[in-house]
């Protein structure tokens, strides 16, 4: 059974930074792209950023050069370090990663954490 499990989200002032988390485990063979997406009231998924294993990343216009993404290959996990936070940042935020087993490879979701970016 494959799991991702996201860290905690937060209340941030604008112009803050957060970092999340989020670690895969279970019968995992290997995995390919992980990354970020997140909604917001109203609105559709959107992609924020994602990560190759090889280290290739991606990213949404609306946080290039705010936000970075990083992954550990050793502990499964991926990253999103969130800086200068701003109110239209606020959303539930969802880790992705396309997940290798013995018997599977298909696209696992966490189950969301929530960003509130206010003052």
């Known amino acids: 059974q494959v799991q991702l499990v996201e860290s905690e989200g937060g209340l941030v002032q604008p112009g803050g930074s957060l970092r999340l988390s989020c670690a895969a485990s279970?019968?995992?063979?290997?995995?390919?792209?992980m990354g970020w997406y997140r909604q917001a009231p109203g609105k559709q998924r959107e992609l924020v950023a994602t990560?190759?294993?090889?280290?290739?990343?991606n990213y949404a216009d609306s946080v290039k050069g705010r936000f970075t993404i990083s992954r550990d290959n050793a502990k499964n996990t991926v990253y999103l370090q969130m800086n200068s936070l701003k109110p239209e940042d606020t959303a539930v935020y969802y880790c992705?990663?396309?997940?290798?087993?013995?018997?599977?490879?298909?696209?696992?979701w966490g189950q969301g954490t929530q960003v509130t970016v206010s003052s």
């Open positions: 990560v190759t294993s090889g280290g290739s990343t």
């Open positions: 279970g019968s995992i063979f290997s995995i390919n792209a």
């Open positions: 992705n990663a396309y997940i290798v087993t013995l018997t599977t490879r298909r696209d696992y």
